[in-house]
């Protein structure tokens, strides 16, 4: 069994920098693909990014890419989402979550949830 945490959800400005962490434990993650999700209010949970455990390949949702950046630090068992340039449309829940596929956008093909944190950007 793997738990995830998030931390570093908050309020910021449009344009504010935030960084995301979720932290991992019950076993490495070091090889399970980790991604980040989220789901705003009276939305589906959508695709953000996620990376890769061998190589540390990276894919983005379009909205994103140039602003986000996933990272992951084995060592820690952490993985981390760098959210620069925020914008109001970007205001959610984001969720981390490891899947045993190399990659995928899809939420069914994730096995372990974190409980989530919330990020709100005002204009």
């Known amino acids: 069994q793997v738990q995830l945490v998030e931390s570093g959800g908050g309020l910021v400005q449009a344009g504010d920098s935030l960084r995301l962490s979720c932290a991992a434990s019950?076993?490495?993650?070091?090889?399970?693909?980790m991604g980040w999700f989220r789901q705003a209010p009276g939305k589906e949970r959508e695709f953000v990014s996620a990376i890769s455990g061998i190589g540390g390949t990276t894919w983005y949702t379009a909205s994103v890419k140039g602003r986000f950046t996933i990272s992951r630090d084995n060592a820690k068992n952490t993985v981390y989402l760098q959210m620069n340039s925020l914008k109001p449309e970007d205001t959610a829940d984001y969720y981390c979550?490891?899947?045993?596929?190399?990659?995928?956008?899809?939420?069914?093909?994730?096995?372990?949830w974190g409980q989530g944190t919330q990020v709100t950007v005002s204009s």
């Open positions: 979550a490891a899947s045993k596929y190399l990659f995928s956008n899809s939420v069914v093909n994730y096995d372990y």
């Open positions: 019950g076993r490495t993650v070091s090889s399970l693909t």
